[in-house]
């Protein structure tokens, strides 16, 4: 840059018009009276742009559709990734692609839901390449990406930190047999509102590792828990405190059902939610091997533990004050049935907890030292 374009730069720059972009690939001739010739370019602008959700469509054939459903109020633009822009106020769109191959799918727009939910979807979205950006008025992800098990690679971290107003993640990944990795650090810390994380992950058998710790902590409205990480199976831990701040919680149905690669409990994980009603099937079909002491010392509201350990074969005895400071339970059908690696003896819960529906409770736990002194009934 000679010294007259720096002071022309310099000059626009005391104009705050820094966005223009100097190109000097084209190029004017200023002549001046004593022969110097200074070389200065045309200034163009350069156009700000809206941000997108970029998300990737495969398709495997001539003329496969991809479909798109919304909530309304809709208006949303959608760039298709084959060169076809459209803009739509509707509940869904359709749009084929008329050759094989993998496509950026581009939305922006306003829509209170979006959802994948559907048979196109289902079997051509096979990939989130960026968090959720440039949409406004989103308050649900339910079944969002329900069912798309083409879906591959990991979860993007921050995915929804643009959606403050959402209030239910229900079914949002569920059966997203297709995605890896662990669950992001903070995926949830964004949205205060969401009382709902019911079958958020359920199925969802390639994530792995831990469950991050404090995923709930800006979670404070939730009130169910309901199949959230059901059949899970690569998930490895449940950190201390992960439901410390939901507070609101009164369901637990089959929270870790089915989460094969759980061993262990950590204390205290239920101090924090005082007015849960239900722990139906909590823990069922994991690999749990003990029960911390205490561990629903402070969930006094609860009314039903029906197969909260159902066929945890791995668990070798039950804390004998398990349930004391429980007066309210009235239903303990099939909570320890088929954990055959009880050795130890069994809570006399016939006894402490008079009148309770307790059939099948300790159905075939034939190890347990006082076996012969359950009554045939809680067998």
Not at 5 to 14: A, G, I, M, Q, V
Not at 224 to 239: A, D, H, I, K, Y
Not at 327 to 356: K, M, Q
Request: hydrophobic share 35%; with cysteine.
């Amino acid at each position: 840059m000679n010294y007259f374009t720096e002071k022309l730069f310099n000059f626009l720059s005391s104009f705050n018009i820094l966005k223009i972009i100097i190109i000097f690939t084209l190029l004017l001739n200023i002549n001046c009276s004593d022969g110097m010739k200074i070389l200065i370019s045309k200034p163009q602008f350069r156009a700000n742009t809206i941000p997108t959700w970029d998300l990737e469509v495969t398709t495997t054939g001539i003329n496969q559709n991809m479909t798109i459903g919304f909530d309304g109020p809709v208006d949303m633009t959608i760039y298709w990734g084959d060169g076809t822009d459209q803009t739509t106020t509707n509940t869904s769109i359709t749009h084929t692609y008329s050759s094989a191959g993998t496509y950026t799918l581009r939305l922006k727009g306003m829509a209170s839901r979006i959802s994948f939910s559907n048979a196109d979807a289902q079997s051509r979205l096979t990939g989130i390449l960026s968090k959720v950006q440039g949409i406004t008025g989103i308050t649900s992800f339910n079944h969002t990406f329900r069912s798309c098990s083409n879906l591959q690679g990991s979860i993007p971290p921050g995915l929804f930190d643009n959606c403050p107003l959402v209030t239910s993640f229900s079914c949002t990944f569920h059966e997203c047999s297709g995605l890896t990795g662990q669950i992001p650090a903070g995926l949830f810390d964004n949205n205060p509102l969401v009382t709902n994380f019911n079958i958020t992950f359920s199925y969802c058998s390639g994530l792995s590792g831990p469950i991050p710790a404090g995923l709930f902590d800006y979670n404070t409205e939730v009130t169910t828990f309901n199949f959230t990480f059901q059949l899970c199976s690569g998930l490895t831990s449940v950190p201390s405190g992960l439901f410390d701040y939901t507070t609101k919680v009164t369901l637990f149905h089959q929270t870790f059902l089915a989460c094969t690669g759980l061993t262990s409990i950590p204390s205290g994980l239920f101090d924090y939610c005082p007015d849960v009603l239900e722990f139906w099937a909590t823990f069922a079909g994991s690999s749990i091997i003990s029960i911390p002491p205490g561990l629903f010392d402070f969930n006094t509201k609860v009314t039903n533990f029906s197969s909260l350990f159902d066929t945890c074969p791995s668990l070798t005895s039950i804390p004998i004050g398990l349930f004391d400071n429980n007066p309210l339970v009235n239903d303990f059908y099939s909570a320890f049935a088929r954990c055959t690696g009880i050795t130890s003896a069994v809570p006399e819960l016939w006894n402490t907890h008079p009148g309770v529906y307790g059939e099948f409770c300790f159905l075939n736990v034939t190890n347990a030292s006082n076996y012969a002194f359950i009554p045939v009934g809680w067998q």
